[in-house]
């Protein structure tokens, strides 16, 4: 039986309540079967931003989405090598040929599509869930096939949350879990 999902990627650093809140309205608005958390390994996009250890974006990952039915978590990207959308999309095809994938991407991401590696090739192969916070404007490419999800949410965003760690607050936009193993591993200078 075809099921569909989307793909969810990013550097999750550190994932937060936003993030879980905008997969959980993408997998009850599409009727998706899960909403798949891919923690990117080693974004192009992101370079030198991301200085968290891969293992414990992972493992905060994982700990955001216990409980949460349609959530999974893939490390999928773990390694040295430079994570690029294509590549992931074209290995979870090979792997489930049967089902419907979408992309779920900010509004943000998405404005820079035409400079990520294979581009057309990720139009090609993917529909897009695109979320649109109030009053955003994006182009859309020739080819891309994009779904809105407007009006979800996001007052938070991990860079934020970082700087709030820093200062030795407790961001309410991180789940307990999290901020739990943030303090247990020291993650951005919290103690």
């Not at 089902?99 to 581009?119: C, K, N, P, Q, V």
């Not at 979800?152 to 965003?157: C, R, W």
Request: charged share 20%.
């Amino acid at each position: 039986m075809s099921l569909a999902y989307a793909v969810f990627g990013g550097t999750f650093d550190p994932v937060h309540t936003g993030h879980i809140a905008v997969a959980n309205a993408a997998a009850d608005r599409f009727s998706l079967a899960e909403v798949l958390l891919i923690p990117a390994g080693n974004p192009p996009h992101k370079e030198g931003l991301t200085r968290t250890p891969f293992a414990h974006r992972l493992r905060m990952a994982e700990l955001a989405c216990a409980g949460q039915s349609k959530l999974r978590v893939s490390g999928m990207e773990e390694g040295s090598a430079r994570s690029y959308s294509i590549h992931t999309i074209e290995r979870l095809k090979r792997e489930r040929p049967a089902d419907r994938m979408y992309f779920l991407i900010g509004a943000d991401a998405f404005s820079e599509i035409e400079t990520w590696y294979r581009w057309r090739d990720v139009l090609a192969e993917v529909e897009f869930i695109v979320v649109s916070r109030p009053g955003s404007d994006y182009g859309i490419p020739e080819g891309a096939r994009i779904h809105r999800l407007d009006n979800v949410e996001i007052p938070v965003s991990s860079s934020a949350i970082r700087e709030q760690l820093r200062a030795g607050a407790t961001p309410a936009a991180l789940p307990p879990g999290v901020f739990a193993y943030v303090r247990a591993n020291g993650l951005y200078a919290a103690q």
